[in-house]
T-cell receptor
Framework: GAGVSQTPSNKVTEKGKYVELRCDPISGHTALYWYRQSLGQGPEFLIYFQGTGAADDSGLPNDRFFAVRPEGSVSTLKIQRTERGDSAVYLC?????????????FGPGTRLTVL | GNSVTQMEGPVTLSEEAFLTINCTYT??????LFWYVQYPGEGLQLLLK?????DKGSNKGFEATYRKETTSFHLEKGSVQVSDSAVYFC???????????FGSGTRLQVQP
């Protein structure tokens, strides 16, 4: 079956611009996670959703970052006034539920480059 | 807070050599522990996991044992193959949290 998909795969933007990154989770998965992976580092948690609501957004670095999941499926990560330090690979993952036994399945990521 | 520390890479081995990648962790609760693998050009995949002390996770010839007394979860394989070349991430998920905390990754290069 289809895995987690993310679009675009690559995004190049200029400092100060607004970007949106999209995640399509595995069908039927109620939990969705966003992580950010900087070069040479492991992924760092940003936010996760149970259904339509953000259950934990403690990893968002500042108020320029925002994420939505209006219908409990597709999610969009939005970054305002991008900065060069936002350049990273943004990873999305989904799991069947939030149960700690449920595996998180990762998408291929969106590589964001801020010039 | 939670943290995961992995040995720095790259680790370069010849085919059929024994592999150990060290991982230690700090957690406030009773975490579940994971190893994820990222093959070149692919996304992160779960390799194995252990959910409580003394559990051993295993998959594809890889093993790791959850050692609470040493807060470690070292990854081992008895005989590596060229196809095992990838980046390996140790991770934890602490009690009451759903997000994963990852280490910085260890690149493994296996030469024929």
């Amino acid at each position: 079956g289809a895995g987690v998909s993310q679009t675009p795969s690559n995004k190049v933007t200029e400092k100060g611009k607004y970007v949106e990154l999209r995640c399509d989770p595995i069908s039927g998965h109620t939990a969705l996670y966003w992580y950010r992976q900087s070069l040479g580092q492991g992924p760092e948690f940003l936010i996760y959703f149970q259904g339509t609501g953000a259950a934990d957004d403690s990893g968002l670095p500042n108020d320029r970052f925002f994420a939505v999941r209006p219908e409990g499926s597709v999610s969009t990560l939005k970054i305002q006034r991008t900065e060069r330090g936002d350049s990273a690979v943004y990873l999305c993952a989904s799991s069947l539920t939030l149960d700690r036994e449920d595996e998180q399945f990762f998408g291929p990521g969106t590589r964001l480059t801020v010039l | 807070g939670n943290s995961v520390t992995q040995m720095e890479g790259p680790v370069t081995l010849s085919e059929e050599a024994f592999l150990t990648i060290n991982c230690t962790y700090t957690a406030t609760g009773y975490p579940s522990l994971f190893w994820y693998v990222q093959y070149p050009g692919e996304g992160l995949q779960l390799l194995l996991k252990a959910t409580k002390a003394d559990d051993k996770g295993s998959n594809k010839g890889f093993e790791a044992t959850y050692r609470k007394e040493t807060t470690s979860f070292h990854l081992e394989k008895g005989s590596v193959q060229v196809s095992d070349s990838a980046v390996y991430f140790c991770a934890l998920r602490d009690t009451g949290r759903r997000a994963l905390t990852f280490g910085s990754g260890t690149r493994l290069q296996v030469q024929p």
